[in-house]
């Protein structure tokens, strides 16, 4: 009785597999979507000396920015008391991580309470962050906060 070996159906087998695992992969990798923070991010890492400055310049403030998410659906900027509303001026970014297409910018509108109301019912659940470039025309500053949107 001849005993047949099956080590060669089984490496050849085995092969067949991992090249199928492998190419599916690939195509499952081709297919999705990837989205960079920003397009010019190498030029932003040069400029960023600014950033840092517009950062600081905000941590200074004895009453800081406020960025708050109301029960309402609203998202409510309180700027501090320590600068006046009329020299209030800037831009609110909302950014959405997973998909730059859903990025939103407003200018800063601040009424005499120094408050800015941004109604967030339209926007998509799930996590956004709220980045304010802001000055008082002589000093610029930078804040940012997390916002969860249900």
Do not use: C, H
Request: hydrophobic content about 40%; cysteine-free.
């Amino acid at each position: 009785m001849k005993k047949e070996n099956y080590w060669p159906v089984g490496i050849t087998v085995f092969l067949i597999f991992f090249v199928i695992a492998n190419v599916a992969f690939l195509i499952f990798a081709l297919g999705i979507e990837t989205n960079l923070v920003s397009e010019n991010y190498y030029e932003d890492e040069l400029v960023y000396q600014k950033q840092i400055d517009r950062i600081q310049n905000a941590r200074q403030l004895k009453d800081p920015l406020q960025i708050e998410l109301q029960k309402s659906g609203q998202l409510l900027l309180q700027f501090p008391e320590e600068i006046s509303g009329s020299e209030i001026d800037g831009t609110v970014l909302l950014f959405r991580p997973d998909d730059k297409y859903k990025d939103n910018r407003i200018p800063v509108r601040v009424d005499e309470e120094r408050r800015q109301w941004v109604d967030m019912s339209g926007y998509k659940k799930g996590k956004w962050k709220v980045k304010v470039f802001w000055n008082d025309r002589t000093t610029k500053y930078y804040n940012e906060a997390p916002v969860f949107i249900e």
